[in-house]
T-cell receptor, first 114, second 114 residues
Framework: EPEVTQTPSHQVTQMGQEVILRCVPI?????FYWYRQILGQKVEFLVS????????KSEIFDDQFSVERPDGSNFTLKIRSTKLEDSAMYFC????????????FGPGTRLTVT | AQSVTQLDSQVPVFEEAPVELRCNYS??????LFWYVQYPNQGLQLLLK??????LVKGINGFEAEFNKSQTSFHLRKPSVHISDTAEYFC????????????FGTGTRLQVTL
């Protein structure tokens, strides 16, 4: 069964450094998402992406964040200058069409900012 | 704006006993409702969803949920749990409009013991 994959599974970085989290959505999916979950808190929406542009973003998704689909398979989340409070589990998700409401989630990348 | 409340952060239960995990939502528009399960060190897996039609929906692993519009609830149930059901369960809501982001509850940790 096709699945969403994410790399790395765990990323440790120093405050102020740039990080790129990578996701490979399911191949025929058209809608892509990033969510994050700070330890002990709820899963929060960050951004959605369709047709090579951001379709919706949350207040969390400020100028420090960006997303890109550099080729036909990868979907990346970049944090330009990480802060301690960016430490969280980051989940990528994808969805097929407008008539499909199910989002398929990847296993997540745990980002630790020191 | 929409929100989800999962009142129980933890639910301990003995194997083969029934369980109900509670979820209440608020939204000013029609919604779609979801339950996701997260096993340790894994991503979010869809258990079941309510889009329209019958208010009782059945999902994987013997779980079911009932949509109650008047009480704005979508409680998850299983008549007989197994040790392998030990996991974190998240209720999520999506508005029926164009926005496709999911809004999650804080999660309920189901702990099944012998």
């Amino acid at each position: 069964e096709p699945e969403v994959t994410q790399t790395p599974s765990h990323q440790v970085t120093q405050m102020g450094q740039e990080v790129i989290l990578r996701c490979v959505p399911i191949s025929n999916h058209l809608y892509f998402y990033w969510y994050r979950q700070i330890l002990g808190q709820k899963v929060e929406f960050l951004v959605s992406f369709y047709n090579n542009e951001i379709s919706e973003k949350s207040e969390i998704f400020d100028d420090q964040f960006s997303v890109e689909r550099p080729d036909g398979s990868n979907f990346t989340l970049k944090i330009r200058s990480t802060k301690l409070e960016d430490s969280a589990m980051y989940f990528c998700a994808s969805r097929n069409t407008t008539s499909s409401y199910e989002q398929y989630f990847g296993p997540g990348t745990r980002l630790t900012v020191t | 704006a929409q929100s989800v409340t999962q009142l129980d952060s933890q639910v301990p239960v003995f194997e083969e006993a029934p369980v109900e995990l509670r979820c209440n939502y608020s939204s000013s528009v029609s919604v779609y409702l979801f339950w996701y399960v997260q096993y340790p060190n894994q991503g979010l897996q869809l258990l079941l969803k309510y889009l329209s039609g019958s208010t009782l929906v059945k999902g994987i692993n013997g779980f079911e949920a009932e949509f109650n519009k008047s009480q704005t609830s979508f409680h998850l149930r299983k008549p007989s749990v197994h040790i392998s059901d030990t996991a974190e369960y998240f209720c999520a809501v999506r508005s029926a409009g164009t926005a496709s982001k999911l809004t999650f509850g804080t999660g309920t940790r189901l702990q099944v013991t012998l």
